[in-house]
């Protein structure tokens, strides 16, 4: 599944439109739940209700806002996409994680703290340099196949 989503992203779509970065964005996010099986947690489940067969291969989170990061290192599991990211790496699912943020959140020190504690984890963080605040944001240097290529090591591994 990751290797024919960077066939995807790989594509001759202009990767700098905010269309395609939503799309790409929206098709990651779909993939993190996706097992290898087809079976997807895209709800929450009531009390006795199973789980998906198996879980998730891998998750990649991209992009991660500077709230995801911070929510998720502090616990907090108040929708279902950061519940699932709370519960990956103690159920021993890879998880990697590409933030997108400006330099003046980077700097806080939560932020800091945030990433510090999801590598205590074993989550692992992709290198997106912040952009400068109300500049535009930078999009044009977003590496979104880069959470996949953290993952493959992995998912080679587990193979």
Partial sequence: MVRNTVDQLSGSYDQRSPRYLAAVGLLLRGA??????????????????????????????????FNTVNKWAA???????????????????????????NSAQAAHPAYRRSLDLLREMGVLIGSYEPHRPKAGGGADRYRWEEVLELLDPRLSARS
């Fill in 75 to 101: 616990g907090i599991s108040d929708n279902l996409a950061l519940g699932i990211l709370c519960e990956a790496p103690a159920m021993g699912v890879p998880v990697a994680v590409l933030p997108y943020l």
């Fill in 32 to 65: 993190t739940a996706a097992s290898r099986n087809g079976d997807r947690e895209t709800a929450w489940r009531s009390p006795g209700e199973p789980r998906p067969s198996r879980p998730a291969d891998a998750i990649a989170v991209a992009p991660a806002t």
